[in-house]
């Protein structure tokens, strides 16, 4: 079974300053990761993935993410918020231990508020 | 390039009536996948096709929900007859296996049942 859990539904942080939004899985075997983001009436967007090697994670948007296996966590960062971060977060998992796994499981997802 | 694309984007019909929601994948993918995402349970995958073969379709809540895969560029989610609680947004997303790609989301339909 693969499951994330999103611990915070919301996440208000003043523009400028580092953003942390938590994510931590659970698996049955080793994990990739993704983060997505989606704006009001649209989709979901890919920002971010690991698969494997450097744990610290780069991806759109000045977006990182670190990938810790001891604590089963993948936590999404950015250094300087900006207003326009403003949008829903969401972290999902795909447990490749599973062979012809293609199945994510996403997140209750963290409503990210960026204050000016 | 095109990404994906869903039809209709807004949908307002009656308890009782048949829906159909469909799928345009990003040409060249070969999985698609139907999700359903509410405020109550947040992002559900429904079902989903593998070379439009449906490989995993154990998150159709009931036999109202059916979906086909005709040919690789076309994918219709339909609901009959229709219920309040199918009232949602629906996705359709599609990848490219081998590569561990992303799923790349469409804009969804917003369903809503009267």
């Known amino acids: 079974a693969q499951s994330v859990a999103q611990p915070e539904d919301q996440v208000n942080v003043a523009e400028g300053n580092p953003l942390t939004v938590k994510c931590t899985y659970s698996?049955?075997?080793?994990?990739?990761l993704f983060w997505y983001v989606q704006y009001p009436n649209r989709g979901l967007q890919f920002l971010l993935k690991?698969?494997?090697?450097?744990?610290l994670v780069k991806g759109s948007y000045g977006f990182e993410a670190e990938f810790n296996k001891s604590q089963t966590s993948f936590h999404l960062k950015k250094p300087s918020a900006l207003v326009s971060d403003s949008a829903l977060y969401f972290c999902?998992?795909?447990?490749?231990?599973?062979?012809?796994?293609?199945?994510?499981?996403f997140g209750t997802g963290t409503r990210l508020t960026i204050i000016p | 390039d095109a990404g994906v694309i869903q039809s209709p984007r807004h949908e307002v019909t009656e308890m009782g009536q048949e829906v159909t929601l469909r799928c345009k994948p990003i040409?060249?993918?070969?999985?698609l996948f139907w999700y359903r995402q509410t405020m109550m349970r947040g992002l559900e995958l429904l079902i989903y096709?593998?070379?439009?073969?449906?490989?995993?379709d154990s998150g159709m809540p009931e036999d109202r929900f059916s979906a086909k895969m005709p040919n690789a560029s076309f994918s219709t989610l339909k609901i009959q007859p229709s219920e309040p609680r199918d009232s949602a947004v629906y996705f359709c997303?599609?990848?490219?296996?081998?590569?561990?790609?992303?799923?790349?989301f469409g804009d969804g339909t917003r369903l809503s049942i009267l």
């Open positions: 698996v049955s075997g080793n994990p990739y």
């Open positions: 096709f593998n070379n439009n073969v449906p490989i995993d």
């Open positions: 040409s060249g993918h070969d999985y």
């Open positions: 999902a998992v795909r447990d490749i231990s599973n062979f012809g796994n293609e199945k994510l499981t």
């Open positions: 690991y698969i494997t090697g450097d744990n």
């Open positions: 997303a599609s990848s490219l296996t081998g590569q561990v790609m992303a799923q790349h």
